[in-house]
């Protein structure tokens, strides 16, 4: 048996921020991972972060996966791969299999930091090849580089069904629709919108009726629910698949938690059975700590922040740090994720219909309902302006913790105040000059440049644009509208590729000057 | 909170629905009707359901289906699944092989 | 290998290991070393991985990440190999697995 300051299960970004914190405080840290891979789920989230400068915001998610692991290794923090933890006994007392071999230490102090793991939706023919949870769809296309499938539908409209519909688009799957039984998108707007103006059908208040299909997915079922969510008859709708994919939510992976004999409960708020832990996030057994998802489900960019709490404290638990820098320490870690914690997607807003932003501005149903805002709602946002010249126009809508916009424009056109969750607004004294930072700084790509004045009768919008291939100067193609229908002709005047736009490429296409306010996305005419 | 296991409880007859013979447990292949059915013979726990069945007891140990299970489970007895005690979590977290379980301690990393 | 993701708008090309060659049921399939067996074969465009004891039905990929255990196969005579985090190498032999036996029903 050999012994360590601190016992860490998990590597992902929980898991390695608190190793951080302890190493730097001259603890010995050693973390277990099962995966081959460390990260977590930050090496699949290939999308910009959302937050501000201190939750790096702007950031991908695998890029800050790379960042922490540099860090820990730094430290010194071991961490071993492929090594599973199977169980967690009195004392503190660790069993992992490593290879074909079991080994056992002992943690002055653990902290468990085992993430979620997702939940599942039962229908007829859910067991057939071909129906898989969004995690694998991730997994296959952003760590092992293949295709989960060629035509997908999505079950799922939280964050995670939105963002892996989007990032099958940029792999080059067809996503055939994006289904939930929910009345509402749960996830963010803005992620919604990036998949809608890519053509992607939204049903909401729909479900799987069934899968498909003898041996493998051939075709997929859906169907209106009511409001007990019972099938419509006569709402039937088929679509041509060979991939369905459930993203139908997350529940903690605290089996661990329950082995050691913490206390739990049954949280529906936090995802299901959690451990009881006090702020610092120290269970119910002395010097048993835990962060991220296993204590509640919530974002990676949290995550963290819980991390570097509870290393903080288990520094100060093993008495190498005294309380007052645990406290102090913690205020700061508090304010960071009080501020993740603010808004809209808040966790006590969960669920909940809000019908205003907190400026007062109506919420686009249309958004919550199609994915997209409707050209009737879309003048009552502030980022969205009209004005002589080039300009920013901002489609951000909902109040989310997120501010790179505000930061990225070097004229400081962009004004989102000190209330990370403010709708951007246009600042009408500064001059725009059209670099296009804010554009590619848009976790959301939610900002568009617009020049209604370009030529007689003819307008530019520039899109940021993440596909392959990257469309050429003087290509001609269609502008899509915020649903992904064709609106007009379009022809690619400038695509600009930059290492600070971090593979967001600006494309800059030439539509009628009436289809300005309209185009929002592009496709070249095959 | 107040855990149920109340065997005043009355499920009241089984009566059959159409999707009973959806799999719930992926890896031990138990349907909705067998879990269905074995609540109104009177297992109401999911540890009874569990060593009545072997639902959760398969290759996976419940990682797809212990939140499926809980759910019809509490369904049949018309409480909340947070009011359901959850099966016990026990050692290997993941499938072991036996001799890999018998072989201890390497050389430690 | 058109499953394969040649170029990707973010992650660039994907760095691989030595290409190499696998049996999959006596049918000789590329992949690459030290990826998941799971993946070649997604690549290789197979679907089925094994069919169920009781019901005979198919299985393959559903989580990808070991836990749900739906992708399992005989991997080099042992069965109940998690392929999605097993990693590939040269001449590994893969099999269906039918219950926990390579041989179909009707043959077992």
């Known amino acids: 048996m050999k012994r360590y300051d601190l016992i860490?299960?998990?590597?992902?970004?929980?898991?390695?921020?608190?190793?951080?914190?302890?190493?730097?405080?001259?603890?010995?840290?050693?973390?277990?991972?099962?995966?081959?891979?460390?990260?977590?789920?930050?090496?699949?989230?290939?999308?910009?972060?959302?937050?501000?400068?201190?939750?790096?915001?702007?950031?991908?998610?695998?890029?800050?996966?790379?960042?922490?692991?540099?860090?820990?290794?730094?430290?010194?923090?071991?961490?071993?791969?492929?090594?599973?933890?199977?169980?967690?006994?009195?004392?503190?007392?660790?069993?992992?299999?490593?290879?074909?071999?079991?080994?056992?230490?002992?943690?002055?102090?653990?902290?468990?930091?085992?993430?979620?793991?997702?939940?599942?939706?039962?229908f007829e023919g859910w067991t057939l090849p071909g129906v898989i949870g969004a995690g694998a769809a991730q997994t296959m296309m952003n760590l092992h580089g293949v295709k989960p499938g060629n035509r997908i539908l999505m079950l799922g409209s939280g964050n995670v069904g939105l963002v892996v519909s989007f990032q099958l688009l940029q792999c080059g799957c067809e996503v055939a629709a994006l289904v939930d039984a929910a009345p509402r998108v749960g996830g963010y707007?803005?992620?919604?919108?990036?998949?809608?103006?890519?053509?992607?059908?939204?049903?909401?208040?729909?479900?799987?009726?069934?899968?498909?299909?003898?041996?493998?997915?051939?075709?997929?079922?859906?169907?209106?629910?009511?409001?007990?969510?019972?099938?419509?008859?006569?709402?039937?709708?088929?679509f041509d698949v060979d991939t369905i994919c459930l993203a139908v939510g997350l529940s903690p992976m605290s089996q661990l938690l329950k082995i050691a004999g913490c206390e739990m409960e049954d949280n529906p708020k936090r995802g299901g059975q959690v451990p009881i832990c006090n702020e610092y996030g120290e269970t119910s057994i002395k010097g048993i700590f835990v962060a991220g998802d296993v204590s509640g489900v919530e974002e990676a960019s949290?995550?963290?922040?819980?991390?570097?709490?509870?290393?903080?404290?288990?520094?100060?638990?093993?008495?190498?740090?005294?309380?007052?820098?645990?406290?102090?320490?913690?205020?700061?870690?508090?304010?960071?994720?009080?501020?993740?914690r603010q808004g809209m997607f808040a966790p006590e807003n969960r669920g909940k219909l809000i019908e205003?932003?907190?400026?007062?501005?109506?919420?686009?149903?249309?958004?919550?309902?199609?994915?997209y805002i409707a050209e009737d709602e879309i003048e009552r946002y502030p980022g969205v302006t009209h004005r002589a010249g080039i300009h920013p126009v901002m489609e951000c809508s909902q109040n989310i913790p997120c501010n790179p916009c505000q930061d990225a424009c070097p004229r400081h056109c962009i004004q989102i105040g000190s209330h990370i969750t403010s709708l951007p607004v246009v600042d009408e004294s500064a001059q725009c000059v059209g670099c296009g930072l804010c554009v590619a700084a848009?976790?959301?790509?939610?900002?568009?440049?617009?020049?209604?004045?370009?030529?007689p009768g003819y307008g530019t919008v520039t899109i940021p644009y993440e596909f392959l291939p990257l469309p050429q100067k003087g290509e001609k193609g269609y502008g899509l509208d915020r649903s992904g229908q064709r609106v007009c002709e379009a022809q690619v005047m400038e695509v600009k590729t930059a290492k600070t736009f971090d593979h967001t490429n600006l494309l800059t296409i030439r539509v009628p000057v009436d289809m300005v306010g309209k185009a929002r996305f592009y496709r070249k005419i095959f | 909170m107040q855990h149920i296991n109340d065997r005043a409880i009355a499920p009241g007859t089984f009566i059959p629905e159409p999707d009973d013979d959806r799999i719930i447990c992926r890896c031990e292949e138990v349907t909705k009707g067998e879990i269905r059915r074995a609540v109104?013979?009177?297992?109401?726990?999911?540890?009874?359901?569990?060593?009545?069945?072997?639902?959760?007891?398969?290759?996976?140990?419940?990682?797809?289906?212990?939140?499926?299970?809980?759910?019809?489970?509490?369904?049949?007895?018309?409480?909340?699944?947070?009011?359901?005690?959850p099966a016990t979590s026990r050692a290997p977290m993941r499938p072991v092989e036996m001799k890999v379980l018998a072989k201890e301690e390497g050389r430690h990393v | 290998m058109s499953r394969r993701i040649a170029e990707h708008p973010i992650l660039g090309v994907q760095e691989k290991g030595e290409k190499v060659t696998f049996l999959c049921d006596g049918e000789i399939l590329e992949g690459y070393e030290g990826e998941p067996i799971a993946a070649a074969l997604r690549a290789a465009g197979i679907m089925k991985h094994r069919y169920t004891k009781k019901e005979h039905t198919p299985?393959?990929?559903?989580?990808?990440?070991?836990?749900?255990?739906?992708?399992?196969?005989?991997?080099?005579?042992?069965?109940?190999?998690?392929?999605?985090?097993?990693?590939?190498?040269?001449?590994?032999?893969?099999?269906?697995?039918?219950?926990?036996?390579?041989?179909?029903f009707e043959k077992q």
Do not use: W
């Not at chain 1, 922040?305 to 005294?322: F, K, S």
């Not at chain 1, 205003?356 to 994915?371: A, C, D, Q």
């Not at chain 1, 617009?450 to 030529?455: G, I, P, T």
């Open chain 3, 59 to 104: 299985r393959g990929i559903f989580c990808a990440i070991g836990r749900c255990t739906d992708c399992v196969m005989i991997v080099d005579g042992k069965p109940n190999i998690r392929t999605c985090v097993t990693p590939l190498k040269q001449g590994m032999k893969v099999q269906t697995q039918y219950g926990v036996s390579p041989k179909p």
């Open chain 1, 356 to 371: 205003r932003t907190e400026e007062g501005i109506p919420v686009s149903m249309n958004l919550l309902t199609k994915g």
């Open chain 1, 442 to 455: 848009c976790s959301g790509q939610a900002i568009f440049l617009v020049q209604e004045d370009y030529e």
């Open chain 1, 189 to 238: 707007g803005v992620h919604a919108a990036k998949v809608a103006r890519c053509g992607v059908p939204f049903y909401l208040s729909h479900t799987i009726v069934k899968a498909e299909g003898e041996e493998c997915v051939t075709g997929v079922t859906i169907a209106e629910v009511d409001k007990k969510f019972q099938f419509i008859p006569g709402t039937e709708k088929h």
């Open chain 1, 8 to 122: 860490v299960v998990g590597a992902g970004p929980s898991g390695l921020s608190a190793a951080i914190e302890g190493a730097k405080r001259g603890l010995q840290v050693v973390v277990f991972d099962e995966n081959e891979k460390p990260g977590g789920q930050l090496f699949k989230q290939i999308h910009k972060f959302f937050g501000s400068k201190e939750h790096k915001a702007k950031i991908r998610g695998f890029v800050i996966g790379e960042q922490l692991l540099k860090e820990a290794s730094e430290l010194g923090v071991k961490v071993v791969l492929n090594a599973t933890v199977t169980g967690l006994y009195m004392d503190k007392e660790l069993v992992v299999k490593i290879a074909d071999t079991i080994y056992h230490y002992k943690g002055d102090a653990i902290l468990i930091a085992t993430g979620a793991a997702e939940n599942m939706v039962t």
């Open chain 1, 302 to 340: 949290s995550a963290m922040i819980e991390g570097r709490i509870a290393g903080i404290a288990a520094a100060q638990y093993l008495g190498y740090i005294g309380i007052e820098e645990l406290e102090e320490k913690f205020e700061e870690n508090k304010a960071a994720l009080e501020g993740l």
């Open chain 2, 40 to 85: 109104h013979e009177g297992m109401y726990t999911i540890t009874e359901i569990r060593r009545y069945l072997r639902t959760g007891m398969g290759l996976c140990q419940g990682q797809t289906c212990a939140r499926l299970v809980k759910g019809i489970v509490a369904k049949e007895l018309g409480i909340s699944p947070a009011e359901l005690i």
